[in-house]
């Protein structure tokens, strides 16, 4: 009886116990509501910081839905664990972030947790904003509560328990949220370490480029080897990129800066988007963010060096092109439909590039091509910019699955893909979703129309 | 040798495959609605309906098209017997020079027989591919109600789809 007593004792003990630790680690106080700040009271130099810095931190693409207002929320992000919804970051002060005081907008970047102190999920790349300093969370601040208000209510989150219960975020970023990942080097230049302040921290690379774990969070011994972006696929960034010509810092911010470069051809799909944003930073960020990113990449062994050279050569004098004996039907829709712009020397728009140049056709599967065929590459609003008609229409998915591993057979020396069908079904499938939603074209303007993603 | 079936006829074409649909129709079948603009793909006055869909004839080549429907504007109606798309655009004198109308037209019955009640911005969003050098686009989508508004009391569809040849 005593015994048992002791024994019910302690257990109730542990249980008041373990309560009282989940409750430490997973409440956080909320941060006093202020009345909205007048946009006048903000310096303009700051304001106009944090329009720079807003563009590299990519922020208005998940905050934006196509054709809807700007920062106002409510894009679906499609996770593996189910859908959650971009919030209202304009500063509406009863759905927006209006009443937040610099503290709380803060705390919100560096530790994931809004003014109510609600954990927000890593959806919201914290594990990268963590590494924001101050003075740029100031001017981000200043920024966005100097935009246009509007009401736009949060949309309820899809996911099942027990995901839907926020304090189950606290226990992923006891596990996965490290502060501080980026540490300055003092043996490498201001401008590498201005990069990699970027890259590691606002730019938040590594959200699409790095793949994630089971638990959706960034496999740290990955970084950049390559991830998934709605339907498309983040290609590697480091010493695996798939790239036929190998990138360095110049390449780099050419195509960060452009959208495209010669020996790499356009930026589209969800990357689109962020380089429709980086062309508005500061040129010393992009240069910065190259010199890094080049580092990250690692220069090319002899190897790959030497493959490069061959391909650029290749291009320049293009052999005869020679009949398909294994893919016939590959073969004669490439020669009718694509090599009319994509093997000839036209500079874009005239022409496109040259596909033994392409990262997506050496790419470790066929979804970015698939992408491609079906959907072509929009132009953007108001700007010089690449564009390719889509083959949905006039294409079946046997077409292009043949056209496809043609494609992979004449221009990569890579093993043939496999389930290019399916892939292809599949990429037609999402982008009839995608169409059916959509009101602008996916890589449109910064302002103007939005995009799925993560 | 090849069986193409546009509005409704079929011809036999003498071609190479990788010909381009609208060389057959403008120099082969001697049909001119469709209009070389830019050979690219990225004007839209080429339009032609495959199938249902709106497809740009100057990049679609022979070979994609073995036993598919062509439809061109010719066989939307006729001067005598416009279609409801054809007598929007002309009650709305939604044409200046011309030249991307066939293919502006095409696009929009295309969507207006997938989708009988497109909102605004769903006109705007499909037509978005065609350029318009003389700036009718106001025009261009007031046609498009109105067709929505003809086609409420006549046949949405094409007068030859489904009937023989």
């Known amino acids: 009886m005593g015994k048992s007593r002791i024994i019910g004792g302690g257990i109730a003990a542990l249980v008041i116990a373990g309560a009282a630790a989940v409750f430490a680690i997973a409440w956080r106080p909320a941060i006093a509501a202020i009345e909205p700040p007048a946009p006048q009271s903000f310096d303009t130099a700051l304001v106009k910081r944090g329009r720079y810095l807003a563009a590299i931190g990519n922020c208005n693409d998940c905050h934006t839905v196509r054709g809807g207002k700007s920062f106002a929320g409510g894009l679906p992000v499609p996770t593996p664990f189910g859908t959650i919804f971009s919030s209202n970051i304009t500063p509406d002060a009863e759905t927006g972030i209006g009443r937040w005081s610099e503290a709380a907008f803060r705390r919100a970047m560096r530790s994931g947790v809004d003014r109510d102190g609600q954990h927000l999920y890593p959806t919201f790349p914290y594990d990268h904003f963590t590494n924001v300093t101050d003075a740029d969370d100031q001017a981000l601040y200043a920024y966005l509560m100097t935009r246009q208000p509007v009401r736009a209510p949060a949309r309820e989150n899809e996911l099942s328990f027990p995901l839907d219960q926020r304090f189950v975020i606290a226990g992923w970023k006891l596990l996965f949220l490290r502060h501080g990942t980026y540490q300055p080097d003092s043996a490498q230049s201001l401008e590498w370490n201005r990069g990699a302040y970027l890259v590691e921290g606002l730019a938040h690379c590594g959200s699409c480029h790095t793949p994630r774990n089971a638990l959706g969070a960034e496999r740290a011994s990955a970084q950049f080897a390559g991830g998934d972006v709605d339907n498309w696929h983040a290609y590697a960034i480091n010493a695996q990129s798939p790239a036929p010509v190998p990138w360095d810092a110049d390449a780099l911010f050419a195509y960060l800066r452009d959208g495209w470069h010669p020996d790499h051809g356009v930026a589209r799909g969800p990357m689109a988007q962020v380089v429709s944003n980086l062309s508005s930073a500061p040129q010393d960020d992009i240069r910065a963010i190259a010199t890094y990113m080049a580092g990250v990449f690692g220069a090319p062994t002899p190897d790959r060096k030497r493959q490069g050279e061959a391909v650029l050569a290749q291009v320049k004098s293009p052999a005869v092109m020679q009949a398909s004996k294994i893919n016939a039907a590959g073969a004669a829709i490439y020669a009718a439909a694509c090599a009319t712009c994509h093997e000839t020397d036209r500079s874009p728009p005239y022409g496109g590039v040259n596909l033994a140049l392409s990262t997506a056709i050496a790419g470790p599967d066929p979804r970015n091509v698939a992408n491609i065929v079906l959907s072509g590459v929009r132009p953007v609003e108001g700007e010089r910019s690449p564009i390719m008609p889509g083959f949905a229409a006039s294409m079946n998915d046997g077409q292009i699955s043949a056209l496809l591993n043609y494609l992979r057979a004449r221009f990569s020396n890579q093993p043939a893909w496999t389930g290019v069908e399916k892939t292809v079904e599949d990429a037609r499938r999402t982008q009839t979703v995608f169409l059916q939603t959509s009101r602008g074209p996916r890589n449109a303007r910064a302002d103007a129309t939005q995009r799925d993603k993560p | 040798m090849m069986t193409l079936k546009v509005n409704g006829l079929y011809h036999e074409i003498d071609a190479d495959p990788d010909t381009p649909l609208l060389y057959i129709l403008r120099d082969d079948i001697k049909l001119n609605a469709a209009k070389f ?88 969003a499909e037509l978005e591919p065609h350029l318009c050098r003389c700036g009718t686009h106001m025009r261009i989508l007031r046609a498009v109600h109105r067709a929505i508004r003809l086609m409420d009391t006549a046949d949405a569809s094409a007068s030859t789809q489904g009937s023989a040849p």
């Open chain 2, 37 to 124: 603009g830019c050979g690219l793909g990225q004007c839209g006055s080429c339009t032609v309906i495959v199938d249902g869909n709106a497809v740009l004839s100057c990049v679609t080549p022979l070979l994609l098209l073995e036993g598919k429907q062509v439809t061109t504007l010719e066989g939307l109606g006729t001067p005598e017997a416009p279609a409801p798309i054809q007598r929007a655009f002309i009650e709305e004198q939604a044409v200046q020079c011309g030249y991307c109308i066939a293919g502006m037209m095409m696009r929009a019955q295309a969507l207006l027989q997938r989708n009988s009640k497109p909102t605004d911005e769903q006109i705007r």
